[in-house]
């Protein structure tokens, strides 16, 4: 029969962490399986994704900039995932294609496991309201935080993505901003934009940070990203975004094989590896 097969698709894709994380969980926990990276064309991710199902592939995870091909692709979605209106881990059985999205656990499980802080009760503040933040906005808000202020440098974006993820019985709990607007600490603050890659910052104001604010930026490096360098700078407790991904991918590893591995030793080994 031979081991499972499972990659990730992407382009580029050769920076991608999820083998080595997934090869981890599967030595942890016993599973036959293997799991590579797997480049797609632009224009065609959808055959590749289908030709690797067809060859026996058992799942996949999807990442930039395929997630929204991912969705259409799927015969089926999860709740999550018709929330996030995106997909990042396909499970393919027969000719069932289930589409769903871990990002927004990932998130909060690292958050609240792995940095040990409550989101229930908490004032949070999500920069970005592109791709990222709405693929964690249910998720954060499944955990019941006081308030959720999106922020973007575009109030139009923000206010659309408050209104999509409004909580009919709780106005206002799901509020919109520009960056400029918020000057005073949140609990929890979430960079969901792409300047960090840029080595650029939202333009938020430094009151948003305090001494019992957890500053966290998606992206992740060898160094702390200009988010967290400000942030730190500020007061706050810094972290960056290496526990989220192996969160998510540990959500995808259940989803896939029944088995929830422990990811705090997988996530010590990607940071010494950085």
Known sequence: MGADRYCVFGNPIAHSKSPEIHAAFAAQTGQDMVYERSLAALDGFAAAALAFAAAGGRGANVTVPFKLE??????????????????????????DILGDNTDGAGLVADIVGDAGVAIEGRRV???????????????????????VFVANRT???ADALALRFAVPDQPGRVAACEFAEPD????IVINATSA?????????????????????DMMY????????????????????GLGMLVEQAAEAFFLWRGVRPDTREVLERMRGAL
């Open 70 to 95: 991912a969705c259409a692709l799927a015969s089926r979605l999860t709740p999550r995932a018709r929330a996030a209106g995106a997909v990042n881990t396909l499970s393919f059985d027969g000719g």
């Open 125 to 147: 503040l999500l920069l970005g309201a592109g791709g990222a933040a709405r693929g964690v906005l249910q998720a954060i808000l499944d955990q019941r935080p006081a308030q």
């Open 155 to 157: 109030r139009a974006t």
């Open 184 to 187: 005073a600490p949140f609990d």
């Open 196 to 216: 960090s890659l840029s080595g650029a910052l939202p333009p938020v104001s430094p009151a948003v940070f305090g001494p019992h604010t957890l500053a966290l």
């Open 221 to 240: 490096g060898a160094a702390p990203t200009i988010f967290m360098q400000v942030a730190s700078g500020h007061g706050a407790r810094a972290r960056d």
